[in-house]
């Protein structure tokens, strides 16, 4: 029972980590390797706004927030737009962007144990004799709050139609007045965003740590490529299978080797479909 | 930007003496002679010198140890990111294997330093190849992010089994005989890299290389196995990192978990795109400049990483070419403005 429980949680939390990343490919086609510290530097901002500035738990939380969309826009803006198309640069300047942002970080300070969000309730509750603490129960409503969220905005408004339009096809989408320079930023921003939201839920079970920037981003990625880059479906799906994947090796294997698992499943996705479970079209040309 | 206006352009023209010591004729003249030879012969010359240059000084020489290991590592990364069209972000992994294997060679099968370094770097190549090999058919974004875990990944594994020492390494590992060794070794190692890549790119398998990575469906189309070339390239580079990771370990006589960390894997992209990538000496250029600040920047522990990404992205963003082609460019051409 635990495992079934802890999976569904634990594949949650994968989702919510790989949400983002898998946005801002879809639409702009740029793999945002500095995902990971955003994800550190919103539960940083949140910290900082809470103790320092005191502002309360919720306030500071959606101050961060709105920092790190700006953030991220601004990160589009000035420096991934000169180089998009050149997926070398892409790649190179983005990873630079969350290295400078997380060793900055780190420089600054933030290390070992002593960053903690506090989690939103206290206590735990007992679910078919699995004992789990109310945020673990946070994690999963949240986040498929969440991707809920996500769909109705894709789906039913104006801006998120126009996002899913650009990454069907963004030369069909600018053809009917779609600007996909602006609509890239929008989407680095709300991705930066679902990062930091990610890490507002998911903080409070750990501490912040520089380390968990880089975890993030290798989890992000795996789940991504699993799923088939750029799809949704395909990115959620893939969290479930690579959660329970996990949380069955610690049970058999131990804790070390989590981290494997996901490593392993990019690998075999990779030789055995490289397009992803739920890859598109194209997606098989453009990778092998 | 003196003479620039809004009705003109700059016209870039190829010097004389540029055009001339093209071809075979060049020969014929000292004066073609010394203007080919004169920017390699600095290269060379100033490599080879500042050992000399520093030998008051034991501190700096350890870092132009540090400078060749890094500039190997560059190398490597620019011959497989310019020419064979495969960004491996990974840098560390390859400097990992060859300290491990350079290590356990060493203090194991007690093979003296001077042999277990050119030994490991072979071993450690093939090593790497093989385990590269799943993720050849793999281009652009995807193999940079697999090629990104790969160090992670055998750091967690080494830790989580416990293998060759667990988190403590290998310890023990001879030394160079002498500092002068050890420096003239290494540079012996970059200048024949540099020298040697490029004169391997200009033969036809170099011209296989950037099909490649140009238009690999073109390639392949034309009966060539792409993956035997990519495999090829991986071990080329390969073989470089593995030769800085192996003199490494003997340098600090320690191999461990910290060779398969993020600086390797940073520095010499940031070394190339500073310095200029596809030219193979930008890198070597790039580690010159980038490895004595990060030397000046030790104290400021982690802000180092912090530094070169920033310089990195400055340099993507605002100087894309990078300080060799922009020289080469200066060297080579004239330029003028001209009424349009």
Redesign the interface.
Known sequence: MDIIIYGIINSVSLALMAVGFTLVYGVSRL?NFAHGALYVLTGYLTWILMNRVGLNYLLSALVALGLTGVIGALMYQL?LI??RGM???????S??????IL??L??GGLKGGTFRLPPFVEGSVSIFGVSVDYQRIFVVVLGAGLMGALLLFVNGTKLGLALKGMAQDERAAMTLGIDSDRMAVVATAIGSMLAGAAAIILLPLGSIVVESG?HVL?MA?AVC?VGG?GSWTGAVMAAFLIGFAQILTVVLF?A??Q??VA?LA??VT??AR?SGLFGRQKELE??? | MSGSKADSRKERLDRGIKVRSDGVYAISSWREITYLITPRLLFIVGLALAPLLLSGAPYWQRVISIVCSYSLLAIGFDFLANYVGLVSLGGGFYVGVGAYVAALLNTSLGVPPLLSIPLAAIIGGVICTILFIPCLPLRGVYFAIVSLMYPLLAARIIEAFDLFGGTDGILGVDGFPNAWVEQYVLILAVLVAVFGLRRFVEEDIGLVFRGVKDNDQAVKASGINITVYKALGVFVASVLGCLAGACLSSMYMWAGLSQFALDFSIIPIAATVVGGGGTLVGPVIGCLILVPVSELLRDFGSLRIAVYSVVLTGFIVFKSEGIIPYAARKYEQFERWVEI
């Open positions: 793999p420096v000169r180089v997926p070398i640069s892409e790649i190179i300047a990873y630079a962007i969350g290295l400078a060793e900055g780190r420089w880089y290798i990625v490529i880059l131990g070390h080797f981290v494997v490593l990019i690998v990779l030789i490289p453009e990778r092998v």
